[in-house]
């Protein structure tokens, strides 16, 4: 079966940085682009970014470009979000999750909470 | 502000059908035949419950249909049952989302 489970949320302060892993299971997951989203808090569902399966392009949300970072792992069937000079609005669920193509997201993890707050 | 416009609510009793709708323009779901629908429930992952328009993946029930006309797609959900009750969320290639739609069952 097709797992995600991602890791790395917590509490952090303004201006602080935090890096979500996310582990896959269940499927090559070189074969596959794979993508972070995100969800604020009573709010709907938002792209942050994405990775191609080799790892050799990449796109990002354009209001985050230089904070986030998204990269990956095929040796150890992981992906990655590095997030620096966090802000309160950054805060939300993180989810990554699998793309089958046209950005249509088949498979997600549970989410992993991230908190910004002094 | 979310780049594709969903009701923020609807309802309907057991039994009952329920459309809802999903307005965008000519550069997302007006141009590309790439429309899903996610299924949320509180404090869980979305999932997966419509894709390429209208394309139901293996396990959803054929309660759930789905198609598009021009700027406009619509999900509709039939027979109603009391596990429908969920956040619903659609989506258009290039990656943009509607502002979800609170379905309740009466």
């Known amino acids: 079966d097709v797992q995600l489970v991602e890791s790395g949320g917590g509490l952090v302060q303004p201006g602080g940085s935090l890096r979500l892993s996310c582990t896959a299971s269940g499927f090559t997951f070189s074969g596959y682009w794979m993508n972070w989203l995100r969800q604020a808090p009573g709010k709907g569902l938002e792209w942050v970014a994405n990775i191609r399966g080799d790892g050799r392009e990449e796109n990002i949300l354009d209001s985050i470009k230089g904070r986030f970072a998204i990269s990956r792992d095929n040796t150890k069937n992981s992906l990655y979000l590095q997030m620096n000079s966090l802000r309160a609005e950054d805060t939300a669920v993180y989810y990554c999750a699998r793309n089958i193509g046209h950005e249509t997201f088949d498979y997600w993890g549970q989410g992993a909470l991230v908190t910004v707050s002094s | 502000q979310s780049a594709l416009t969903q009701p923020p609510s609807a309802s309907g009793s057991p039994g009952q059908s329920v459309a809802i709708s999903c307005t965008g323009s000519?550069?997302?779901?007006?141009?590309?035949?790439?429309v899903s629908w996610y299924q949320q429930h509180p404090g869980k992952a979305p999932k997966l419950i419509i894709y390429d328009v209208s394309k139901r993946p293996s396990g959803v029930p054929d309660r759930f249909s789905a198609f598009k006309s021009g700027n406009t797609a619509s999900l509709t959900v039939s027979g109603l049952q009391a596990e429908d009750e969920a956040d619903y969320y659609c989506?258009?290639?290039?990656?943009?989302f509607g502002g979800g739609t609170k379905l309740t069952v009466l």
């Open positions: 989506s258009s290639f290039p990656g943009v």
């Open positions: 000519s550069s997302d779901i007006g141009r590309y035949n790439f």
